[in-house]
């Protein structure tokens, strides 16, 4: 009852807050985002995680981006495109280059330009192993050089030691930092860019050098993290109240404004992103018209406020699908798990269209692989594993998991020991998340295997965990990008499989490894969509992990601006939304 008490408080003291605005600030052009959590860093290249990147998208920009609409490549930082060149002489031979130019009118908050200097700085800031940036370091170690334009310092050639599927996305799709901000003192104007790929003996002296050791501090820390951030976005950053709101206010006279670029406007005088956890609060907020727009809403929330006439003056409403999609992560190296009959057993076990029918109202789209159902190579002939009990304990049994003392829980000698099939299961909090897990382990139960379910946090479930391969079972989604091909190597090939790599299962397969060394050197478009098919039904066979579904975003948006939903995440873009209507004045 308390609980209760203090719920209803909190929703007075916020409405009270809120509507206590003068009728100067009720006009102001500023629109009101609901986020579900803390951001807690923005930072890029430290924390690309997606609560973060749906507000630093407006501050940091790459050198280009996907435009909303089209999902098509376009130039922001540079002026066009750069298109592929090969080396054939000299020591990058074998080689690409891509010549860039960045924008003449392009500048950093300061006035300063932005030049080859800023992208040269980034990519050590990426490449130094101090820091922060394993993700980002990962995926650009094609990078062999970047040689700046002597007569222009806005101009430089970022060259590739071989040719790559995504060698241009590579170069230009990353958020470049401004130098003067993020290194004052120019430290690492002494690295040497190439050597830090390269050479072991190099960076073991990087890492015991006292001046880079109190850079990577600095640059690791919260400080640029949560008080200083600066880029080359069409917003700035002003104030953050961590766990209850973050402003962003645009920059005047922006160099960006008259491009007539998407990714460069910045329409609304301010976007202040308020956090509320609680989807009930969030709702009352959104009613209250002090939220102006809100995602991943409740489906029965969105139908039923869809149909309610009350609202329908209000609000407009949109569900585009987005770039990822839901998977039971599958721990492969644990003992239990395998064994790829025991994985797809688990996958009989999940009543997806249940799921997407029932709990979802339909807002999805099923899957069976890795890859994105609006690919023109995802393999429409491999079919989603269907719900079947009687399935999943035939592949038990053919696995040799019996139940040899009658208890109901199926048991096996592994390394001879008598061992019985129990698994725990990571959820964290997230209504979905644990609907599923209850689900499975309800249905596991049916056929002899014990699910325990362990609530964490997922940051802890990450680090505690997943990363350390000390799991059975996690509910998770998986983000996509809008290449034109996956880069599926970081997720499923054994390379990958270490504490920092994104093989988080611990999946293993020789010929999926080739295929999946193939893939980004294939030129022949039709042979490198053939390769991904046939990994696509080697991993299907193997069931890494469980995959369950595309979900559709459910977008609620305030009449009082205009604006359109994108695929891209997370659904939508504020800084290109428009003021149209007035906003009711609270007294």
């Not at 609980?3 to 206590?20: G, K, Q, V």
């Not at 006035?111 to 980002?136: C, E, H, V, W």
């Not at 130098?179 to 003996?201: C, G, H, M, W």
Request: glycine content about 4%; hydrophobic content about 35%; aromatic content about 10%.
């Amino acid at each position: 009852m308390m609980r209760f008490i203090s719920f209803i408080l909190f929703l007075f003291l916020l409405s009270s807050l809120i509507s206590c605005k003068t009728d100067a600030e009720s006009m102001d052009d500023t629109i009101h985002v609901r986020i579900e959590k803390d951001p807690e860093r923005l930072h890029p290249l430290i924390f690309p995680n997606s609560a973060a990147r749906e507000i630093y998208q407006y501050i940091f920009l790459p050198l280009a981006d996907y435009n909303s609409e089209s999902l098509e490549l376009e130039p922001l930082l540079i002026t066009k495109i750069p298109e592929k060149q090969l080396i054939s002489s000299g020591p990058y031979a074998g080689g690409i280059r891509f010549d860039i130019e960045i924008r003449p009118e392009a500048v950093w908050e300061d006035g300063s330009q932005i030049t080859a200097k800023d992208y040269i700085f980034s990519l050590k800031a990426i490449r130094m192993p101090l820091n922060n940036t394993s993700r980002y370091r990962d995926i650009l170690t094609n990078i062999a050089a970047v040689e700046e334009d002597p007569s222009n310092p806005k101009k430089f050639s970022v060259i590739m030691y071989k040719d790559d599927m995504n060698a241009l996305e590579l170069c230009i799709q990353w958020e470049i930092y401004p130098a003067y901000f993020y290194d004052p003192q120019n430290i690492l104007e002494r690295l040497d860019l190439s050597k830090l790929a390269s050479d072991t003996v190099y960076e073991k002296q990087v890492m015991a050098d006292s001046s880079f050791l109190a850079f990577a501090e600095s640059f690791n820390g919260l400080e640029y993290s949560s008080q200083k951030i600066s880029g080359s976005g069409p917003y700035k950053f002003t104030s953050w109240e961590s766990n209850q709101y973050l402003v962003l206010e645009k920059k005047q006279d922006y160099w960006g404004t008259g491009l007539q670029i998407d990714h460069l406007k910045n329409n609304p005088d301010k976007i202040v992103f308020h956090m509320i956890p609680d989807d009930v609060a969030a709702m009352v907020q959104l009613k209250e018209g002090n939220i102006d727009i809100m995602n991943n809403v409740d489906d029965d929330d969105f139908l039923a406020l869809q149909k309610d006439e009350t609202y329908k003056d209000q609000f407009q409403f949109f569900s585009p699908s987005l770039t990822k999609y839901y998977v039971i992560l599958l721990n492969n190296k644990d003992p239990k798990l395998n064994d790829k009959k025991v994985r797809r057993a688990l996958a009989h076990l999940v009543d997806v269209d249940h799921i997407l029918n029932k709990l979802e109202n339909g807002f999805g789209q099923r899957l069976a692989t890795p890859v994105h159902p609006s690919k023109s190579y995802y393999h429409k002939d491999v079919k989603p594993i269907p719900f079947s009990l009687e399935n999943a304990q035939s592949l038990l049994t053919d696995a040799g998991w019996k139940d040899s003392n009658n208890d109901g829980t199926l048991d096996k000698t592994l390394d001879g020991k008598k061992t019985e099939l129990v698994l725990d299961m990571y959820v964290s909090g997230q209504e979905l998340g644990n609907q599923v897990a209850l689900l499975l382990q309800q249905n596991a139960q049916k056929v002899g295997i014990k699910i325990n379910m362990i609530e964490k946090e997922f940051k802890a479930v990450r680090s505690e965990h997943i990363k350390t391969r000390n799991y059975h079972l996690v509910p998770s989604v998986v983000s996509t990008d809008l290449n034109t091909w996956d880069d599926l190597k970081t997720r499923y090939h054994s390379e990958f499989d270490n504490p920092s790599g994104a093989n988080e299962t611990g999946y293993y397969n020789a010929e999926a490894d080739n295929i999946l060394t193939q893939i980004p050197a294939e030129n022949d478009l039709k042979k490198r969509a053939a390769l991904y098919k046939k990994l696509q039904e080697i991993i299907y066979n193997d069931q890494p992990m469980v995959y369950l579904f595309v979900p559709a975003e459910r977008i609620i948006l305030n009449k009082i601006w205009k604006g359109n939903a994108t695929q891209k995440r997370p659904g939508y873009a504020v800084n290109q939304f428009e003021m149209i209507g007035k906003r009711a004045t609270k007294k």
